[in-house]
T-cell receptor
């Protein structure tokens, strides 16, 4: 049981390049979230999804797109990377209901040069 | 969303109880208090949550004041491995998805 798996773990991009981060979960959770964490700061919500085929914006959605074509996968895309997007990205999942905990992946460290 | 206020940092001697406070004075009646921690640069880890009653599990205890405006996370016997950033989160229930919004947390340093 892998839980929440993020791919890749590390990546260096040049400004203007594009990439996709993958979050995969094997817990059959309905809700999935993408966060970014900058040095010395808390996590900020980028986008989230309440189920297959649905996505919604979080606190800091600009510059990112997401897709949830399959329930177990949540993709975060950067169409044209900028240095300001250098950060650690975390994916989280949880099952539905009002009284459930979230499970986090181990993070993707992205550097844009 | 109700906001939370936590001290920036705290120290605790190993073997002693670590008491981490959190203020959430604008909490609504249907909002839960959740605690997570983040060790070094790992993904956050769930610790405990509660609505209005005190809660205890194998990791910690959560004490919520009667007016629910504040809470305290208690690690009864802190160890060096408890050194982490601890996040207190108030989670709204919207009926669909509820966001999990993090603040900057409390950096707990456990020392020998």
């Amino acid at each position: 049981n892998a839980g929440v798996t993020q791919t890749p773990k590390f990546r260096v991009l040049k400004t203007g390049q594009s990439m996709t981060l993958l979050c995969a979960q094997d817990m059959n959770h309905e809700y999935m979230y993408w966060y970014r964490q900058d040095p010395g700061m808390g996590l900020r919500l980028i986008h989230y999804s309440v189920g297959e085929g649905t996505t919604a914006k979080g606190e800091v959605p600009d510059g990112y797109n997401v897709s949830r074509l399959k329930k177990q996968n949540f993709l975060l895309g950067l169409e044209s990377a900028a240095p300001s997007q250098t950060s650690v990205y975390f994916c989280a999942t949880r099952t539905g209901g009002m009284n459930t905990e979230a499970f986090f992946g181990q993070g993707t460290r992205l550097t844009v040069v | 969303d109700a906001k939370t206020t936590q001290p920036t940092s705290m120290d605790c001697a190993e073997g002693r109880a670590a008491n981490l406070p959190c203020n959430h004075s604008t909490i609504s009646g249907n909002e839960y208090v959740y605690w997570y921690r983040q060790i070094h640069s790992q993904g956050p880890q769930y610790i405990i949550h509660g609505l209005k009653n005190n809660e205890t599990n194998e990791m910690a205890s959560l004490i919520i004041t009667e007016d629910r405006k504040s809470s305290t996370l208690i690690l009864p016997h802190a160890t060096l491995r408890d050194t982490a950033v601890y996040y207190c989160i108030v989670r709204p229930y919207t009926g669909t998805a509820s966001k999990l919004t993090f603040g900057t947390g409390t950096r707990l340093q456990v020392t020998l």
